[in-house]
C-alpha cells in the first residue's frame, strides 16, 4: 500500500516505497482525498527510494508500442532516452511491440537491460492501435511479465525522457495527472460523457492521461483488463468512448483509486509553456506529427 497516513508529522512514510514530504511543496496538491501521495520534485530523496529497491531486488516492465509509422517516428529516442532516465540502477526488461520486428534498431543496453520484441498484427483504425494495447498488456502480463518484474510501467511511444523518472514512482497503483488539465476546472475535464458508453462518467476526481500508468503487474492486469472489457462492450454497442483508451482508464481510475499519483513533471507538454509549479521535466511530449502519421 502507497496510501500515505493522515499528515500528522512532517516526514511521512508512504507505506512500502520511502519517506515522503508532503509538507515540501505548499504550491501544489501533494496527496488526494484519499491518502494516495502526488508526486511533486522537492518531495523526496531519490537515494532513498533507490536504496529501498535495490535491497528489494525490484524489477520493472517498461511496455511500449510502435506500429505502422510511429516506429521510425518516436521509437529510437524513446527507448534512448528511456536508458538514460528511467529507473536507472534496476533491472529493467523493455517490451515493445510492433508489427515489423525487423525494423526494430540494435541498441546497447545498460547493465541488467534487457529488450524484447512482441509482434502485434496492425489494426485498421488507428483508434484500435491505441485501444487495443489494453488486450495486449493483458496477454504480455500472463505470458512475460508476471514472472519477470514486480512492476510495469507503460508508455505512449511519442515522447522522450529528459530527467529522471525513477523508483520514487514505483508503487502499487499509479496513475498521472494530465498535464493539460491538473490546473483547471473539472469542468473542462474531457471525460466520455455519452451514457451508452461503458466509460461515461459525469464526475471524477482528475483527468488521469493515458500515456504512462503502471503499478504492480496485478494491478496493472486489473485495469488493462477491465479497459478492454469496456472497450469491446462499447463495440458491441455500437459506441466509442470520446478519447478511447483513455476515456475508459479514467472511468476504471474513478471506481479503483490509485495508490500514487504522478504530477505532470512525469509527462509535460512543452507547448503549455511556463509553469511555476513544474520544476522538472521528466518525460516530454514529442512534437505531433498528426498530419503525417494520421492520415
Ligand atoms: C495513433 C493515432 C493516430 C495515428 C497513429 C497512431 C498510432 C499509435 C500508430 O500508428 N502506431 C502506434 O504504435 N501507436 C501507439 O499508440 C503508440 O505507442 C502511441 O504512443 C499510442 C497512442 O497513440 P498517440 O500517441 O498518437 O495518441 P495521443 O498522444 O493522442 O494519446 C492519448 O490518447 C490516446 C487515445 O486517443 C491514448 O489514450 C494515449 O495513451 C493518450 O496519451
Ligand atoms: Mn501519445
Known sequence: MDVCPLPYGRKLWDGTDGFLDLWARTDVQTCTYWGAPIIWEGMFDPSVFDQLHK???????????????????YLLPFLMSAEQYF?????????????????????KLGQGRTLEVIQVARENRWQDVSM??????????????????????C??????????????????????????????PKMFYTYDHNPKSEAYMD?????????????????????????????MKD????????WHDESHLNKYLFL?????????EYCWSMFIGHRNDIRVHRLLWAQKQYNALRN
Not at 525490484?58 to 517516428?73: I, K, M
Not at 529507473?87 to 541498441?107: N, Q
Not at 463495440?235 to 470520446?242: G, S
Request: proline share 4%; aromatic share 14%; with cysteine.
Open 256 to 264: 479503483h483509486k490509485p495508490t500514487k499519483v504522478l504530477s505532470p
Open 87 to 107: 529507473m536507472v540502477g534496476l533491472p529493467v526488461t523493455y517490451y515493445v511491440f510492433t508489427d515489423y520486428p525487423e525494423k526494430i534498431p540494435s541498441l
Open 235 to 242: 463495440k458491441e454497442n455500437e459506441v466509442e468512448a470520446l
Open 155 to 184: 508508455f505512449d511511444v511519442d515522447q522522450i525522457f529528459t530527467g529522471r523518472f525513477g523508483s520514487e514512482a514505483l508503487g502499487d497503483s499509479v496513475a498521472l495527472l494530465h498535464s493539460f488539465y491538473y490546473h483547471r
Open 55 to 73: 535491497e528489494k531486488s525490484t524489477r520493472v516492465a517498461l511496455t511500449v508500442f510502435a506500429v505502422g509509422r510511429y516506429l521510425d517516428a
Open 203 to 231: 464526475k471524477g476526481d482528475f483527468y488521469y492521461h493515458a500515456a504512462v500508468f503502471g503499478g504492480r503487474w496485478q494491478k496493472v492486469r486489473n485495469l488493462t483488463e477491465a479497459c478492454y472489457q469496456g472497450i
Open 132 to 153: 487495443m494495447r489494453m488486450k495486449t498488456i493483458t496477454d504480455a502480463i500472463d505470458g512475460h511479465i508476471h514472472h519477470q518484474c514486480e512492476y510495469v510501467f
